[in-house]
């Protein structure tokens, strides 16, 4: 398990540079440390290392770590796709959902959302790389899509998520983010969003350098991932 506590540190140390390199503030970027398909044991562990937000993009997957960490003070952030018939339990077990694209979802999400619950914080996902990925609100329909979920009184309006298409070329990246950042800046304080969701394992610097106000780290923090079980996660 030291193996988690290099990662960390060498983690941080790349986000601290990134921040310095963009001039902007050290710790000014959040980080959700993205558990899928880790135990509730790596996520007790780095929880015991400061870290209190997590990502979890299986359901059942989630309510199982969730149940057994349940006196643990985490922030939970649903980052998968979210099929209709999940939205009750999303509604119930998240804090976060980064995954909405689609106006039916953020209704569903604001049916099920328990009155006696915080708002539910909410990103929509945008397709930012066009083609290459299908998940997420073409950025031509970003605008209407916000305005048509703004009135829901259970979510809370937080920003925008991206998962551009891998590309190693950091110009390429940059500039994908920076599309991103264009979006959000003109979006942003029309609903009073302070959630620019965006860069992974390996774009993170990219995204930082662009404005990113919240990373998603997996391979990074916990090491390789073994490949889902498909049978636990329909
Ligand atoms: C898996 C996942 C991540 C983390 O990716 P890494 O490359 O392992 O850091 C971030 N965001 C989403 C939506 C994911 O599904």
Known sequence: MEGFE??????KERIR???RAAGRNE?????VAVSKTHGAVAIARAYRCGLRHFGENYLQEAAAKQDSLGHFDIG?????PIQSNKTRLVAQRFAWVHGVERLKTAERLNAHRPDFFPRLNV?????????????????????????AMAPLPRLRLRGLMAIPAPDDREAEQRGTFAR????????????????LSMGMSDDLEAAILEGSTQIRIGTALFGARPKPIAANNP
């Open 6 to 11: 290099t990662r960390l540190a060498c983690l």
């Open 17 to 19: 540079a990134a921040e």
């Open 27 to 31: 710790g000014e970027v959040s980080l």
């Open 76 to 80: 939970w952030h649903f980052i998968g």
């Open 123 to 147: 990103c929509l996902q945008v397709n930012i790389s066009g083609e290459a990925s299908k998940s997420g609100v073409d950025p031509r329909e970003v605008p209407t899509l916000l305005e």
């Open 180 to 195: 991103m950042r264009e979006l959000f800046d003109r979006v942003a304080p029309i609903y009073g969003m302070d959630t």
